[in-house]
């Protein structure tokens, strides 16, 4: 597989500040599902924030394509990425099918209006995330899950050959959060969409991921596949947190029991 976008040893925060990520080296192959957890704090977004150009590194670099993201203009970065952040606040009274046409603009010439084709594109994203029933509503008259939802199909509906997203499940119901993960999973199977996704359940990312990144206070601790990455002596190195690691019955992955404080655990 070869190397779509590689973060090179780099570092970097926010306003001059100590860098929040330190010497950060990532390769992200053509085709994976990535995933990216690590504790509140330890720099997830940022990592985020780094990698889509949204936050220039103050040292090392980030190649898409063997091309340093920050000599690219932002309609050709978002030809190919498309990020979901985390937070996504929309102050506006936006119809739900103007904020998905707005991914289409990267694919948008000067001044040229939208054709039959974005429209087309926009509906397609809205079926994929099951939101096309919302296509009329006013995004700040949504739930939040719903809202979630259409900020997926924008990111859809741009075509990108990488997706980013951060936390995207975390207002959605079981339901939809496995929904989501297995329209996501499909993209990356038959379109091979390459996905970097933070998530915070391990379990889900165990389910999901082929390699996983976990991240302590701003730099790699340990990546591998999730029977690689999800020890418990890994995650209770890094979360501070005793759990219990088992076998999910169904996927054989790894599955994360958590144990409460005051039980003594044993380990044999
Ligand atoms: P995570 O996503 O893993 O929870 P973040 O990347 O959001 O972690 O945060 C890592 C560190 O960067 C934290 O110490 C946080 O306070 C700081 N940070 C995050 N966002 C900002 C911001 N917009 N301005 C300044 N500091 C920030
Ligand atoms: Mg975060």
């Known amino acids: 597989m070869d190397v779509l976008l590689k973060a090179d040893n780099i570092s970097g925060g926010y306003n001059n500040k100590e860098a929040v990520i330190r010497d950060v080296s990532l390769e992200v192959k053509r085709g994976d599902f990535l995933g990216i957890i690590g504790p509140n704090g330890s720099g997830k977004s940022t990592l985020l924030r780094l990698m889509t150009h949204v936050l220039i590194p103050q040292k090392g670099k980030v190649t898409l ?3 340093d993201i920050t000599r690219m203009n932002l309609k050709e970065f978002s030809r190919k990425a498309a990020f979901v952040p985390q937070e996504t606040l929309i102050n506006f009274s936006f119809k739900v099918q103007e904020i998905v046409l707005m991914g289409r603009i990267p694919h948008l010439k000067r001044l040229q209006f939208e054709t039959k084709k974005d429209f087309l594109a926009a509906e397609d994203a809205l079926s994929l995330t099951d939101a096309l029933y919302l296509k009329d509503k006013e995004i700040d008259r ?3 899950g719903e809202r979630q939802r259409v900020i997926i199909a924008k990111a859809l509906a741009q075509e990108p050959v990488l997706l980013f997203l951060d936390e995207p499940t975390s207002h959605l119901d079981i339901g939809h959060q496995i929904q ?3 329209l996501l999973k499909k993209l990356n199977q038959e379109k091979k969409l390459t996905i970097v996704i933070v ?6 990312v165990s389910e999901y991921c082929d390699r996983i ?8 601790f340990c990546e591998g596949t999730p029977s690689e990455v999800l020890t418990y002596q890994n995650i209770e190195a890094v979360y501070k947190t005793i759990v ?3 076998k999910n019955p169904i996927s054989f992955k790894p599955y994360v029991v958590l144990v409460s404080g005051n039980r003594v655990c044993r380990r044999d």
Do not use: F, P, T
């Open 65 to 67: 394509e063997g091309k």
């Open 142 to 144: 949504l739930s939040s």
């Open 180 to 182: 989501i993960l297995d």
């Open 199 to 204: 998530l915070h359940d391990l379990n889900l």
């Open 213 to 220: 990144v976990l991240l302590n206070e701003g730099r790699i």
């Open 244 to 246: 219990v690691v088992n």
